[in-house]
């Protein structure tokens, strides 16, 4: 018998549009997100320790999150009444230094797996029963900006997580683009040169807010570095 296999929205398209119960209450996405950023996240289950820990991280970062305009959303396919409880016995356990952890971004019930099929988070060749590890990043005009994807087994990274909002957010303000393992301070690349003449003039007027390594490999400084 053939697998079902579900769709999910990709870079640049709109975020596929919800209302759901959640531990925070009934959320209509992205209508109650107008203006913010979100990061959407699923995980396979309540009361499992990857999980558990990711759940523990995440809360410890949520004011970093909103000091950058991004909110919270997390989801599995178990019920509100297995997330309560879970998130009540996650406040009992200490991990690394975190401890009296209270959850306090939505975590949404998706028993019948709604949310979860518009999101192409079930994936039959890691588990018809439980969502994989996705995270769905998502700008304020509520189109889809990144996509990252990790088995049940692998841990998230959230400083990469984070990173990915703070470049994100730079590309978008400074019409720039972000280099390997770019940090905010970093030199930024500038959109190559759409013509020989602009390439010819970037390469011959560099100066100290900008350099090229090559006519299509140009930098940007950040202001009062050199």
Known sequence: MEETRFNMPLIGEPAPAFSAV????VINFPNDYTGKWVILFSHPADFTPVCTTEFMTFATMMNDFKALNTELIGLSVDSLYAHIAWLRKIKEIEYKGMK????????????????????GMIQPGASNTQAVRAVFVIDPKGIVRTILYYPLSLGRNFDEIKRIILALQK????GVATPADWRP???????????????KQRMESQDEDMYCL???LCFKREKGKK
């Open 22 to 25: 959640t531990t925070q209450g």
């Open 214 to 216: 090559d006519w299509f």
């Open 171 to 174: 590309a978008d303000k400074d």
């Open 100 to 119: 009296d952890v209270e959850v306090t971004f939505p975590l949404i019930e998706d028993i019948r797996m709604d949310v979860a099929k518009k999101y």
């Open 185 to 199: 301070g970093d030199d930024v690349i500038v959109p190559t040169a759409g013509s020989c003449g602009t390439a």
